[in-house]
Structure formats: C-alpha cells, structure tokens
C-alpha cells in the first residue's frame, strides 16, 4: 500500500501551457506538503496545508497555486510554465498532532516535471 | 533566517572506512531530521532528533545531536556499498517548516 502517491511520475510539457500533479496520502496525517528540488538536489518547500488550510507560503510565484479539496488530497496547479519550473516535486505528508514526538514527513515519489 | 549547512557535500569512501557528516543550522532550532535519497527515488527518514545530546543509531548509521553547538553528525561505520546515496539534514524551527541542508553525495568504493 502506497503511503504518499503522486501523479504523474513523469511530466514534459511546453512553455507557457497549465498543468497540475496531484498528491494522495492515506497515512491520516493532518498536514501535508510541496516541495522543489532543483537540479542540483536542493530542496525548498514550497507550500503547506493543515487540515485544508494553507500554513506556509514560501515566497513561490503566482502561477503556483496549490488545492486542497481535504485532507488527504494536495494538488499543485502550475499556470504559464517557464523552463526554470523543471524540477522534480516531491509531495510529504505529517501529523501534527504528532509534534514533540516524531512528526516525521513522509514523502512521495516524486513527480519530474521538464518544460520544453 | 534558518539556515543549514551539509559538509562535505561530496564523498567518496571506501568500503570499510568510517566517516562523519557534519550539518551545522544557524538559529535554535527544536526538530533535526537525516533522510536519505537513492538515484532517482523519494526522500527516506533516517533518524528524528529533538533533544540536545540526543544520539540514534541504525545499522552503520549513528546521528547526534548537540543544539549548543547547533550541530548535528552522521557517522558511518564500516561502510558498505549499500549505504551510496545523498543523505540530507533538515531542521524545522517552532514549526513543520523544514530546511533542508545541500546534501552530501556519498559513494562507497569496493
């Protein structure tokens, strides 16, 4: 049973079109999150989303928007992709309810996303 | 603004021999991860610490923790090919905003 299931694994598609990756976990956290890592594996979260509110917004553009319809679902919709949005986007999940003990974030697998 | 520092962020090692990889974060921070990455795979959790002087260990691998020095190790005993992957600390501050060190590349050599 997949803990934190991403969709697509792979994504390639041309400047300036919409796209969305999808996140599902069934590990009945609270919290779940977007991540980025670049091409030289540096990871920088992106958003955060607690009982379906958003908690942290990192400074990422506009055309980011994530969604999340409850808690066991955060999708990322990408407007106007740009060839610096190539990356791969690793959704991760938590509890918070779990804080001050191990409120470890388990991750997906990873959605590689190349913008031609 | 937290910031966390990986050292060295290559190495290549040999089977057998034992090494430290060190991460230093700027500001207290309550929560240290270690997560390991293979080729082209999710992030894996290694080891939680959340206390000063806190020390776990699995297998080869050894973390600790010491929150005066805001410091943090991974210490690899005896390695073995298997342990070849990026390992990455991450520190969250008050929050689940984490931070995530560069990474260390780690190549084991028969």
């Known amino acids: 049973d997949t803990a934190v299931s991403q969709t697509p694994k792979y994504l390639v598609t041309q400047m300036g079109n919409d796209k969305s990756i999808k996140c599902e976990q069934n590990?009945?956290?609270?919290?779940m999150y977007w991540y980025k890592q670049d091409s030289k594996k540096f990871l920088k979260i992106m958003f955060s989303?607690?009982?379906?509110?958003?908690?942290i917004n990192e400074t990422v553009p506009n055309r980011f928007s994530p969604k999340s319809p409850d808690k066991a679902h955060l999708n990322l919709h990408i407007n106007s992709l740009e060839l610096g949005d190539s990356a791969v986007y690793f959704c991760?999940?938590?509890?918070?309810?779990?804080?001050?003990?191990?409120?470890?974030?388990?991750f997906g697998p990873g959605t590689r996303l190349t913008v031609l | 603004e937290l910031k966390v520092e990986q050292n060295p962020l290559f190495l290549s090692m040999q089977e057998g021999k034992n090494y430290t990889i060190y991460c230093n974060y700027s500001?207290?921070?309550?929560?240290l991860y270690w997560y390991r990455q293979d080729p082209g795979k999710s992030l894996e959790s290694l080891f939680v610490?959340?206390?000063?002087?806190a020390v776990k260990q699995e297998g080869r691998l050894m973390a600790s923790l010491d929150t005066k020095a805001r410091l943090s190790t991974l210490h690899i005993t005896a390695a073995v090919h298997d342990l070849s992957a990026t390992y990455f600390c991450?520190?969250?501050?008050?929050?689940?905003?984490?931070?995530f060190g560069a990474g260390t590349r780690l190549t084991v050599k028969p």
């Open positions: 991450a520190v969250a501050r008050f929050t689940n905003n984490m931070r």
């Open positions: 989303y607690n009982n379906k509110e958003l908690i």
């Open positions: 590990l009945g956290h609270d919290t």
């Open positions: 610490l959340l206390s000063n002087g």
């Open positions: 991760a999940s938590n509890s918070l309810r779990e804080r001050g003990k191990t409120d470890t974030q388990y």
């Open positions: 500001t207290t921070s309550d929560r």
